[in-house]
T-cell receptor
Framework: AQSVSQHNHHVILSEAASLELGCNYS??????LFWYVQYPGQHLQLLLK??????LVKGIKGFEAEFIKSKFSFNLRKPSVQWSDTAEYFC??????????FGTGTRLTVIP | EAQVTQNPRYLITVTGKKLTVTCSQN?????MSWYRQDPGLGLRQIYY???????DKGDVPEGYKVSRKEKRNFPLILESPSPNQTSLYFC???????????????FGPGTRLTVL
């Protein structure tokens, strides 16, 4: 069975600090990977996705993620966070014809 | 504007009183899905539909029903709601290529349900 782990439940950073949120998955086959963001009181929005090709994917708002197949990881990064990045971040896995499996989320608080 | 809409956005009800949460998308997507979001548990899939008249259970289907009579609509039905169904519910849709659900899922704004 597939699963997604996000070990950081709550991350607190000051503005301009660098961010890395961990995401590890468990599945032996081909995967599609996503990062979604949920701003306070809003619905989920896609930050970036990986289907194939270059394992370093760039998304919106300066976010990027690197797919490392050997480590089953898809960590999200941003070199310099802003107060407006305060949100909850979800990593998600899609396998074959199946559906999305979400991690439990990481709440990011950016202090001005 | 391409979007997924849900109604109502907020609902407070009592145990056992049947309710329906509607979901509609205007993107001609084949695939639609319902999730519930609970603190510390992330999003868990309730039901999904690969096309009209094709529905299947997700990870947490107990206590829910769905129907897909039209492509654009995918209502979520709680026949006899209970307090453990108090949650934030999201509907999502996506296009398909053949058997594969491809590309991103577009999410609705959410419905916050409280069952007393």
């Amino acid at each position: 069975a597939q699963s997604v782990s996000q070990h950081n439940h709550h991350v607190i950073l000051s503005e301009a600090a660098s961010l890395e949120l961990g995401c590890n998955y468990s599945y032996g086959g081909t995967v599609n990977l996503f990062w979604y963001v949920q701003y306070p009181g809003q619905h989920l929005q896609l930050l970036l996705k990986y289907f194939s090709g270059d394992p370093l994917v760039k998304g919106i708002k300066g976010f990027e993620a690197e797919f490392i197949k050997s480590k089953f990881s898809f960590n999200l990064r941003k070199p310099s966070v802003q107060w407006s990045d305060t949100a909850e971040y979800f990593c998600a896995l899609q396998t074959g014809a199946n559906n999305l499996f979400f991690g439990t989320g990481t709440r990011l608080t950016v202090i001005p | 504007e391409a979007q997924v809409t849900q109604n109502p956005r907020y609902l407070i009800t009592v145990t056992g009183k049947k309710l329906t949460v509607t979901c509609s998308q205007n993107m001609n997507h084949e695939y639609m899905s319902w999730y519930r979001q609970d603190p510390g548990l992330g999003l868990r899939q309730i039901y999904y539909s690969m096309n009209v008249e094709v529905t299947d259970k997700g990870d947490v289907p107990e206590g829910y029903k769905v129907s897909r009579k039209e492509k654009r609509n995918f209502p979520l039905i709680l026949e006899s709601p209970s307090p453990n169904q108090t949650s934030l519910y999201f509907c999502a849709s996506s296009s398909r290529q053949g058997l594969v659900v491809s590309n991103e899922q577009f999410f609705g704004p959410g419905t916050r349900l409280t069952v007393l």
